[in-house]
């Protein structure tokens, strides 16, 4: 059986680099038979792990040596103009080359952003990259756009997330009709600041999205949205501050769960629950965000991904190649465009 | 003993009215003797209510009457104008003219906040009234502003929020310096709008702040600030995403512990330890939020308390009001106000 794509994987990235990527990496060419593996990292090191799990010679999998590594911290415009020997250059050069179809990292993400960018290219029609990643919500997830790519989105921004988002969410999770929603803070028209406003009036005009208008911050995780667009500087601390409350929850129950003998006892018992709890609802857990608008598929796994959550990133590109969400969307602003353009 | 301040309460406003806030007042009368309470309300329903408690002739209980309700609905614009005989227009100036100290609402938060500012006026120094409130961390509770009543902020009103909510901090929690973070997608100095890097220089510039940087979302719940400042629509938003993460969290917690027998049983063992961590952790539980930078206190209630949750709201009003906030903050911000015209 050929392969038939390649997936570029930054495999140096992230807080824990080759150990959490090689497995992960490993674990997916298993589940996917038609997927091809290219690791960008440091070849011995690469080498190494590859030879502790036996698969050194793995048929779907090949080596990319890369000299350097872009730091977490690293200023992102500089490590564009300084990182080109860096695993993650490399990985999203073999995207724009041709040779891959998309590219994982858990690496720094504004400097995945910025190169991803500079080395690939944005669609006509959009301006920067966005980041969209899975929240969950009662009956399964739903997605929120931008979160934290861009700060100071203009309406037009807005409404290109609304379409890039709601194509994905076609093409990804086969929903016909994403219902899309303005992130905002009161549902009423006379809410808002000038750019959701102005937003909400674009995204009204426009008849291929099922824009449902504005939803407050409580109907992210309620699901009342299919697709929660928002600018990237809100999104951000929406879903931090969300996470944050998620992480006290769970320190406070495992506090009042520890008290006295009695509670701990009944700790044990519940345990099985409590675990079944924490992995549907950490909103940090469903790993692998989407950049969007780009000229290529580029997905960003937490840093702090484990075995099983870089897997999952990399399962996130491997949907996103086989349903061709960039030509997708790229279809799809062309059609926005020419509307706009005729209505001029 | 003779009552020292009077508080008047809008009797008429949130989710349940008189049913609701009578019984908190009264809540309130036996836990402050020093406190009088005027309530504003349509005359003959709150004193139905009254005469059910048998307290019509309480010697600490003054009423109002008012003829009309400000809608929740209402624009609060129209409200300034056209409802000069409602409860909440006749609460308030019941505090510009000096018969009481404090107003406690649950009603309209938009029309509070543009008839407060109508009627009492702003400190000098001050544009527009903030909103703040506590939300809980692991082991206390922290404070955001502006949490919904200020959109597009400016770096200059993020400097005023830092300075009235840490004199009220001082004041209320009587914390010596509270830590003031300001909330931004990221810690290192390059991250964030222009808004907060600004207002990142104006905040470290004030010798009398404890200014500690930039704090990111899920910094707010593990309590790293004191007084976590932001723009109103992210305060807003971050808000009320985390109340909707804990509603889902809540949810699936019931959901999860009713699927079978055994689950049944073991969440009726576990039932007083789940009760306990709710009442410690909704966000939306700790209520009593203030509106900072009127020439007067004016706390607001959730529309949705019940008699306990108006109480503690009450309990906050007395609070700021034997504290003295409004002349604290005028006083900070006169000092602030003489530092930066010496320095032009």
Redesign the interface.
Known sequence: MTAQYCIAIDAMGGDFGPRVTIPAALDALKRHPFLKILLVGQQQQLQLILKRHNQLDHPRLELLHSESVVAM?E?PALALRRRKDSSMYLALQSVADGRCQACVSAGNTGALMVMGRGILQMLPGIDRPAITSAV???HGHSYMLDL?AN??CSAEHLLQFAIMGSVMLKAVEQIALPRVGL???GA?E?K???QVKLASRLLSEQSDLNYIGFV???????GKADLVV?D???G??????????????S???RT??TRNLY?RL?AL??LP?IK??QQ??D?GRRNGASLLGLQGIVVKSHGSANRDCFSHAIDQAVSEVEMNVPERISEQLERYLQRSSASE
């Not at 407050?216 to 309620?222: L, R």
Request: hydrophobic fraction near 45%; aromatic fraction near 6%; proline fraction near 4%.
């Open positions: 911290d200023r969950p919500t009662l934290g700060v100071d992130l905002n803070i009423e006379i808002g600041n000038e407050e911050g409580d109907a992210v995780f309620a928002c990237g500087f809100v951000n601390i929406a879903l931090k501050s969300s996470e944050g409350l998620a992480r006290l929850i320190r406070k129950v009042s769960f509670r009944l018992l519940a629950v079944e709890l549907q609802l909103p």
